[in-house]
């Protein structure tokens, strides 16, 4: 029987009325002649509430038993599940992550996904069971702990059990009906994608489209699984949502296929230290060792043998970037006379696979940001995507003038 992985994120399983309207699109499934691998989230603000506790218990918490909290929500709907498959009459069990077992590293809170061997639930498969239904975003860690995937993690167990199972399709269903061509609050002409490739996607999910946890794309990309996101509250139809697939299947070839933003980034600036061989890693070594996301970088023009050293980062982990690089300092590591830290600014992307091709994608853009009056602080580009940091009050204006721009209402 050909396997297919439907994913219902919190939402979509938040009562038990919806979870029942989830079931019943199982089962529409089930007829069609598919065994069925079902990724459950917890109920929607359940894992928040669980995080909670745990913060308010131990705030230098044990992973360890963080984890066993935190992985506890999916565990009931995985079992409501499985129970109101049962009373539609469709044969179904509920897995927990460890009776599969999905392996994991250790890496508690932040847990990979290392191996699903597929035995366990094939053969109930083969005994005439329909529906697996396993509890997402948790596993087992080498030493037998639970662990979790960290936050949106159930995404990536769907993709991973697409690929352990060959399933011809990962369905994700969650509450918007497919990926935008930007964030439809910003701006109204925002437009639903039919098609996206995995790159384009990738850049989408890591710039804050929140569609889909960023590791979970990363590996339907590798395994080369179909992603189908769709809304549970939309009507049934092959037309429903957008297709995360590979380029040669996304026909189009827009220069631009959307503008992310992330509202929350910080510019941290280094004012004067020495420009000498070994710099860049003396201060960006304690920044990843402390844990540190760093983004865009720019090194400026020296004089005298000092430079100024400038980049961004989320800016919650601006306390943490001060820590490392004042100790840094204390050390005798690095020397700087100032550390300035902006908190005011955010990051505006525009993504899409056309921009390898097509030129003066850039130059569009900062033009366009220059006719609204918007100062660009750095640039930072890749292949697909070209991205700026400016202030955070002309986020919502530089994402609906770049939406202009490149015309990306006109997206079918
Ligand atoms: N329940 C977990 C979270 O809220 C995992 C998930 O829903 O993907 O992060
Ligand atoms: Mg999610």
Redesign the pocket.
């Known amino acids: 029987m050909p396997v297919l992985v439907m994913k219902f994120?919190g939402t979509s399983v938040a009562t038990l009325d919806r979870i029942k309207r989830a079931a019943k699109r199982v089962g529409l499934e089930v007829a069609k002649g598919y065994d069925v691998i079902v990724i459950v989230?917890a109920m929607s603000g359940k894992t928040n509430e669980l995080v909670g506790w745990v913060n308010e218990t131990s705030p230098l918490y044990d992973a360890r038993e963080y984890d066993a909290v935190v992985s506890s929500g999916e565990n009931v709907t995985a079992g409501l599940m499985a129970l109101t498959l049962q009373e539609m009459g469709v044969p179904a069990r509920s897995w927990q992550g460890w009776q599969v077992p999905v392996k994991t590293t250790a890496a508690h809170a932040n847990a990979r996904i290392e191996d699903i061997p597929p035995e366990n639930i094939s053969s109930k498969f083969a005994e005439g069971m329909k529906v697996a239904v396993v509890a997402g975003f948790q596993g087992i860690s080498p030493e037998g702990r639970i662990t979790t995937l960290g936050r949106?993690g159930s995404?990536t167990t769907a993709v991973a059990f697409a690929a352990a199972f060959d399933a011809d399709r990962c369905d994700i269903y969650?509450d918007v009906d497919g990926v935008y061509t930007t964030d439809p609050r910003i701006s109204q002409k925002a437009r639903k994608l039919h098609k996206i490739s995995f790159e384009e996607m990738l850049e989408l999910a890591s710039l804050g489209a929140k569609v889909l946890?960023t590791r979970s794309v990363e590996l339907a990309m590798r395994y080369k699984v179909k992603l189908r996101v769709l809304s549970s509250f939309e009507e049934p139809s092959d037309e429903a949502g957008t297709l995360v697939c590979d380029e040669e299947d996304t026909m189009e070839n827009r220069p631009v296929s959307g503008i992310a933003y992330s509202r929350d980034e910080a510019k941290m600036t280094l004012i004067s230290v020495a420009d000498r061989p070994g710099i860049a890693a003396a201060i960006f070594g304690p920044l990843s060792e402390a844990g540190v996301n760093v983004d865009m970088i720019i090194q400026n023009i020296s004089e005298e043998g000092r430079t100024d050293m400038t980049f961004s980062c989320p800016i919650d982990q601006v306390l943490r970037a001060q820590k490392a690089l004042n100790g840094a300092k204390e050390k005798g590591d690095i020397n700087f006379h100032d550390l300035i830290a902006d908190t005011d600014v955010c990051k505006v992307s525009a993504v899409g696979i056309g921009m390898r091709s097509q030129s003066g994608v850039a130059a569009k853009m900062f033009k366009t940001l220059s006719d609204e009056g918007i100062n660009i602080k750095v640039i930072a580009t890749s292949e697909i995507k070209i991205s700026v940091l400016i202030d955070r009050k002309y986020l919502e204006l530089a994402v609906q003038s770049l939406h202009d721009a490149f015309e990306l209402e006109k997206t079918a």
């Open positions: 994120g989230s949106g995404d969650t946890q």
